[in-house]
């Protein structure tokens, strides 16, 4: 199952921003699960938050609060994030950049403190100079922390160790659990991602990992670099070995997993200095590209449920377990992860979904062809009862009766946000910015999670039941692509108007070259709210009718009397060339004055 929101326990109350993370520590209380510490600090702005309105919280320290969680959170724990009430919102720094950078200190980290040769003429010569300076950015008791540094022209690239660690090394609470737990030498580390005897390096050089079950196929190349290719299994190696042995508060310390003079990635940005040389920090990095060229990956999973070449029957029960998903109605009920108790082992897994990586440039890969596979002929196996615990761990499972629900956190792959999708949320705050929305979010869904940038969006429906013949039909319309299989989104968010009517805002996704579908407001008159299930239905007949909103408002008038489609279309301000706000601000006046 999938749990689409979720808060972290330890967070306090009202909005917070993440400065730092760092420090690996061993638990002295009830869990085994090393912990890492979370700098954060009140985010006081009122409004929609601009990187102009940011300024002034980067370089100055307010209060602050230090945080110990699990290491197994690290994967939806970025620098700059901002947390209300322990629900991940929004994020601090919104510029984004690419860099094609060249490594300084041979790819090794090195201390935020370290003297460096640019240092301004004017700087006081009484006071140390360091990578990352006070008055740029506070990082209080992390000033230790490792970092490493590229340059890109006449630039200087600071990239903080632990984000290179969530982004590539632990993107999955599977895969960061063992980085810290016991030597990534050992054969019950590497178990833990990959099925170790049938994982291996080809004689023709190319790589074959075979998944363990809670790793997602996207990570079939991550998999391969860290256990099979000998630069990356060091590199892998290094991280346990610096923790443990580290004398100065078990800071942080990583290399660029990819032996290579040079790297390419984007990432959110923040400038710390413009003279001499202009340098900048990395709060995140938002993608890379794979250095080639590199060995072509095969890959199956342990539990891969396809049909081999040859079936034998079996007597056997279905290995497949049927697990009912939790019912949490309100955010009130939102399932916290705790910060100091390991998960009960006999409870169902929870899987938390937070916004991954776009990976450019992939080694070429392909599936293991299955030769033989069971068909099991006995009964299911029983259900696993679940209950609704609001507590859910993604620590080490026990054995012990224990209050906390088991919970992974697995970064999902992130796709361009589109240029529409990019329209809409501008006109979304821009709205708010000149009160003529109370305010808005993103509506999210109840399933698995597809992403465009940071923001979750709904997948049309890809099979649709004629009532004639009772069969499902594909509805093509809803991919983008079909050679990946690429689902075409919407995106939706919820308005509330100052009168306290809510209605929802709906965004379609185009293919490339494909002119731009109509937007719609929708709303219900009774001022009842829409459910999820309803959405549900008006998205799969906007896929059937493929974005045709004249062709889906016969059908809402047969069968949904008490709701209200409002379709436009996007227009353009001829001077800035952005979206108009005209038209939807005179749609939404008629709704407010209703």
């Known amino acids: 199952m999938s749990i689409q929101t979720y808060k972290i326990k330890a967070f306090p109350k009202g909005k917070w921003w993440i400065r730092w993370i760092d420090h690996i520590s061993q638990d002295e209380g009830q869990s085994s699960t090393p912990r890492i510490e979370v700098a954060l ?50 994020n601090l720094f919104t510029l984004e950049q690419h860099f094609s950078a060249t490594l300084e200190n041979e790819g090794q980290p090195i201390a935020a403190t370290s003297l460096k040769n640019f240092k301004p003429d004017w700087w006081n010569d009484r006071y140390p100079y360091c990578l990352i300076n006070k008055g740029e950015y506070p990082l209080g ?48 580390a590497i178990n833990h991602i ?42 892998a190696e290094q991280i346990y070995s610096h923790y443990t042995n580290s004398k100065d508060g078990h800071q942080i310390k990583v290399s660029w997993p990819f032996n290579t003079p040079t790297i390419s990635f984007k990432g959110n940005i923040t400038i710390l200095q413009r003279e001499p040389s202009t340098k900048w920090l990395v709060t ?43 019912n949490h109605q309100s955010l009130d009920d939102i399932p916290a992860i705790s910060a100091g108790e390991d ?53 080490k499972p026990s054995r012990e009766q224990i209050n906390s629900s088991k919970a992974d956190m697995q970064q999902e792959k992130r796709r361009p946000v589109s240029n529409r999708f990019k329209e809409a949320i501008w006109m979304l705050k821009q709205l708010q910015e000149k009160k ?12 698995k999670r597809h992403y465009r940038g940071d923001y979750p969006v709904w997948p049309f429906p890809r099979l649709y ?42 965004e379609i996704e185009c293919r490339v070259n494909e002119g731009g579908f109509r937007s719609c407001l929708l709303y219900a008159t009774n001022d009842n709210p829409i459910t999820i299930n309803v959405i549900k239905v008006i998205l799969l007949r906007i896929a059937v009718n493929r974005g045709v909103f004249s062709s889906i408002k016969p059908f809402i008038e047969d069968n949904f009397p008490e709701l209200n489609i409002i379709d436009f279309k996007h227009t353009y301000d001829k001077k800035t060339g952005n979206p108009s706000l005209n038209l939807i601000s005179q749609k939404l006046s008629l709704l407010v004055n209703a």
């Open 41 to 90: 600090e009140p985010y006081t702005l009122d409004g929609i938050h601009s990187r102009e309105k940011d300024k002034a919280l980067i370089k100055n320290q307010t209060e602050r609060r230090y945080i110990s969680i699990m290491v197994s959170s690290i994967p939806g724990l970025h620098i700059g994030a901002i947390f209300n009430d322990g629900i991940y919102v929004d």
């Open 141 to 188: 008791k992390f000033s230790k922390s490792y970092c490493l540094e590229f340059t890109s022209g006449a630039e200087t690239v600071i990239l903080p160790c632990y984000e290179l660690l969530r982004a590539f090394y632990a993107p999955s609470s599977v895969i960061a659990l063992p980085l810290f737990s016991e030597p990534w030498t050992t054969e019950s």
């Open 194 to 235: 990959v099925q170790s005897d049938r994982t291996g390096v080809l004689a023709n050089g190319e790589y074959q990992v075979v998944l363990r079950k809670n790793i997602k196929d996207d990570y079939r190349y991550r998999a391969a670099h860290l256990t099979l290719n000998p630069y990356g299994k060091a590199c």
């Open 284 to 326: 995140r990095i938002t993608g890379i590209t794979w250095p080639q060229p590199y060995p072509k990956v095969h890959f199956d999973r342990t539990n891969s449920g396809n049909i081999g070449e040859q079936q034998t029957s079996t007597n056997k029960p279905k290995p497949y377990l049927n697990v009912p998903k939790p």
């Open 343 to 395: 998960p009960e082992s006999s409870t169902a897994p929870n899987h938390l979904a937070t916004p991954g990586l776009l990976w450019t440039q992939l080694p070429d890969s392909e599936k293991i062809e299955k030769l033989h596979s069971f068909k099991y002929e006995g009964d299911a196996v029983a259900n696993v009862s679940t209950d609704n615990n609001t507590s859910i761990s993604t620590g």
């Open 436 to 447: 003529a929305i109370q305010s808005w979010q993103v509506f999210e869904p109840d399933k």
């Open 465 to 506: 039941k004629n009532i004639d013949t009772n069969e499902k039909v594909a509805i093509n319309w809803s991919y983008l692509d079909r050679s990946d299989m690429t689902a075409r989104c919407a995106f939706i968010a919820s308005i509330q108007l100052h009168n306290g009517r809510t209605l929802y805002f709906i």
